[in-house]
């Protein structure tokens, strides 16, 4: 027998989307459009995720796709069907009879803060976005040196420069906004040093022709380098950072194509901070959590699997998203739209438009097209592996060096990175591998000849905890009114 809407607990949504950035602020807008008591989970006081980070009052002029996330954010704010919980730290989802639980403590700043909550759903919508992807350098843990995505963060979130004279380097194309915003806000950037060539996406013309926007995109990021002279390096790295207190400088060089070194291409550039990233580490503990199936992607990440639909291997999951593979803000627009409209229809039965459907699906096509191409135009060679020395730091918060990690694969025989976490405990720390993980995979699969693995990625990434969460919230229980 099929319990209607009115006869539920008051308690159980239809649908709990984890996630407030693009991906998630577009399923639970689509999903409540369609009838489903929608509830969407975010840790930050405010919708928008990493993407649209925000102070009040924001004008959107640090933004793209500005007018993207007005609409989506007053249909939020409007939709009756719509509960938006802020400041809600997802630590757990379990499976139940009902469908899901999904634990959280609260973030914010008043008396409730830490007090956890449970909130119930028949489906859940995995809208967890990704972080930056560091690798170790030496020098990499001084003071002054941040993630390229920290850097922007703390432009977009609180208005303040991370510091006078930055040198941005990785690989990828998020260094352009980054770089071009630091030069607007006031800040001098000694130069972006990218350590690939982007001429390579030049191999993909469709996907570059069925993308204009993205592409017209890019080019107004150069041109403000341009105007404000920063030089723009490629083939270029940071491969240390100086200094004890605070970063005084760092040294580049020209790398060959597989980022190994070349002889006599080293200089030392003065600047007092550094901002990193070598592309995004999607953030798949919920999906490891409930038993989702993953896989490689093109770019070494770790992500979910899913169908036309966006569901994953897991009935009653969703995945939209970085989560389900790093491709941007409009293709997680899409996926997140496509998985509300699905996840929708699978809850309660409403009739979705198929011509609308068949639109996004061809939008989600070109997208994934283009960040196929993104991917194979910024790979990650191993040759960064060559720029560390023996007791360069890989693992920050149990002090793990290379030397340490190399050791437990020469000398104790471990053969995976689940292994030298225990031999060696990367991974081990207060963020259970998020920084180091990838590093650590990587280091162990070359030092035993061989490429990374899912496997590989699994060992470092699966966590029964997500998020920190104290023993004094896990003792004082949970209510199941979602209040």
């Not at 308690?11 to 999903?31: H, N, Q």
């Amino acid at each position: 027998m099929t319990t209607s809407r009115a006869e539920r607990p008051a308690a159980l949504y239809d649908i709990a989307v984890l996630g407030g950035g693009p991906a998630g602020l577009s399923a639970a807008v689509a999903a409540a459009a369609q009838g489903s008591r929608t509830v969407l989970i975010d840790a930050g006081p405010r919708p928008g995720g990493q993407y649209w980070r925000h102070r009040d009052g924001d004008d959107g002029a640090l933004h793209h796709g500005w007018s993207q996330f007005r609409r989506l954010r007053q249909e939020l704010a409007a939709h009756p069907l719509l509960d938006h919980r802020a400041g809600h730290s997802i630590w757990h989802v379990e499976r139940t009879d009902e469908g899901f639980t999904t634990h959280t403590t609260h973030t914010g700043h008043t008396s409730r803060d830490g007090i956890p909550r449970a909130l119930r759903s028949r489906t859940v919508i995995v809208a967890t976005g990704a972080y930056d992807r560091q690798l170790p350098f030496p020098g990499w843990t001084i003071p002054g040196v941040f993630t390229a995505g920290a850097v922007q963060a703390l432009l977009k979130g609180q208005g303040v420069l991370a510091g006078k004279r930055i040198a941005v380097a990785g690989t990828g194309p998020f260094l352009l906004p980054v770089a071009a915003g630091l030069v607007e806000a006031g800040a001098t950037v000694v130069g972006v040093f990218e350590a690939g060539l982007p001429t390579a996406f030049g191999r993909h013309p469709v996907a570059a022709l069925r993308n204009l926007p993205k592409l017209a995109e890019g080019a107004g990021y150069l041109r403000t380098l341009l105007k404000h002279r920063v030089p723009y390096r490629t083939r270029t790295a940071v491969i240390a950072a100086h200094g004890t207190d605070t970063v005084t400088g760092v040294t580049v060089a020209r790398l060959d194509d597989q980022w190994r070194i070349v002889a006599g291409g080293t200089r030392e550039i003065v600047c007092d901070t550094v901002a990193v990233g070598y592309g995004f580490t999607p953030q798949t503990e919920i999906p490891l959590q409930l038993g989702c199936e993953m896989m490689l992607d093109a770019d070494g990440s770790l992500i979910a699997r899913v169908d036309s639909r966006q569901r994953s291997t897991v009935d009653g999951v969703y995945v939209a998203g970085e989560a389900c593979g790093v491709g941007g803000a409009q293709l997680s627009l899409i996926e997140g739209e496509l998985a509300g409209l699905h996840a929708a229809y699978a809850s309660n039965g409403p009739s979705v438009d198929r011509g609308r459907l068949a639109r996004l699906v061809r939008q989600r096509a070109a997208q994934r097209a283009f960040a196929a191409a993104m991917h194979q135009a910024y790979p990650v060679p191993d040759g960064w592996q060559t720029w560390l020395e023996k007791d360069t730091t890989v693992c920050r918060c149990e002090e793990v060096s290379a030397g340490a990690i190399r050791e437990a694969v020469d000398d104790l025989g471990a053969t995976d990175p689940r292994a030298v976490k225990l031999y060696a405990r990367p991974g081990m720390g207060l963020c259970q591998g998020r920084v180091c993980g990838y590093a650590t995979t990587c280091l162990v699969a070359r030092a035993n000849h061989r490429q990374p693995t899912a496997d590989d990625l699994r060992g470092m990434a699966a966590r029964p905890v997500a998020q920190p969460v104290t023993l004094g919230a896990l003792a004082a229980g949970a209510d199941d009114n979602g209040s």
